[in-house]
């Protein structure tokens, strides 16, 4: 384990964007409340009253609030998505072009259940062979995100044109087309509650604390050819050295992950690989940011007993974190280093940071936490 000592330099983004080989110049999308809109389950009344508090604490426009009628299930099959979320959604949409975010409530559904398989596709056929079988069950959050597109696919991902690594080639849609979302989520409506208020209270005051970042092995020396595993481990590491520059950072580069008791005053993580089995190391700092390299972390946020990772950081005081509701494979997790880069740069808020570090949309991660959330916009890292 490694403890780097906190340097006082503002050259950290510089770094940031030299080690995710990014030549383009890096701007806020000075995200306004106005831009946001807020979706909310009416069979779910705790969770519109809460859509309004927030609202009421974000300064959002009341006309910003659209209440949809469906089941109050994690789950739902994909023709009532397309029904009884996407299409009101899409029809809020026609005439606020204005909107970049959509905001998901309590009580709104987690995942889109149901399988394609490659042969009903020809063009995944071509593209992934006989032997894989495309799953499209996905986050009802990434769906959303290309609810402006018409006749998007349904049973692979799509490149996401917002991220930075992205932004030099071509894509299939432009980023106009596509929606950052976020979702305002947990276990119990207490915990969303103090989801929303632990943002608003540490943007005031700065979040504090220790980073904490577990890898599996020690950073290889040539990072030219690194693919899958190898490419994510190392990502890793780079965040350690991003977030180093001016925050205090613990790395832990063997196969253990943290111990209880290892990772006191914890206010943000990145780590892995613990399927579903959440390690108590951690004693969270209010307003912390975490989330875990994992294949189903997000599965659930509601079944008692569930150990996944975004429940458990949730249940134990993180105010966001990050986590897919299927298998992702790797490739399709946000990159650590770009993540905490921008969210310690202080002008970018938390979906922000998570839009420009995500690859994929359409897909299965899911973004839990206040998305106007600038836990560092006090600190004035970069002048």
Known sequence: MRIFPLKNTRL?????CLLSCLVIPVLSFALDPKEIVIVANGQEREGVKLAKYYMEKRKI???NLLIIQTAVNEGIERYFYDDE????????LEDKPEVSCLLLFYGMPLRINGKVPVADNPALKQSHGERRQKDPVASVDSELSVVRIEDPPVADW?????????QQQKVAYEKGQVLMVARLDGPDIATVKRLIDD????????LSGTAYFDARWSQPADETHL????????????????????FPVVLNEVAALFQP??????????GWYSLARYQDAFDWKQGAIAYHIASAECTTLKKEGSQVWCKRLLEDGVAATIGPVGEPYVQAF?????????????DFTLVEAYSLSLPFVSWKMVLIGDPLYQPFRQRGVLP
């Open 199 to 206: 943002s608003l209270v540490i943007e005031k005051q700065g």
């Open 85 to 92: 979320i996407a299409e009101p959604v899409r029809d809020f």
């Open 158 to 166: 799509i490149a996401n044109p917002w991220f930075l690594q992205f």
């Open 61 to 63: 426009p009341p006309a």
């Open 261 to 270: 008791g290892d990772a006191p005053d914890a206010a943000l993580y990145c």
């Open 227 to 246: 693919q899958g595993y190898g490419l994510y481990d190392n990502a890793i590491h780079l965040a350690a050295q991003v977030t180093e520059k001016v």
């Open 334 to 346: 946000p990159f650590p280093q770009i993540f905490f880069g921008l969210l310690l740069d202080g």
């Open 12 to 16: 950290f983004f510089i770094v940031l």
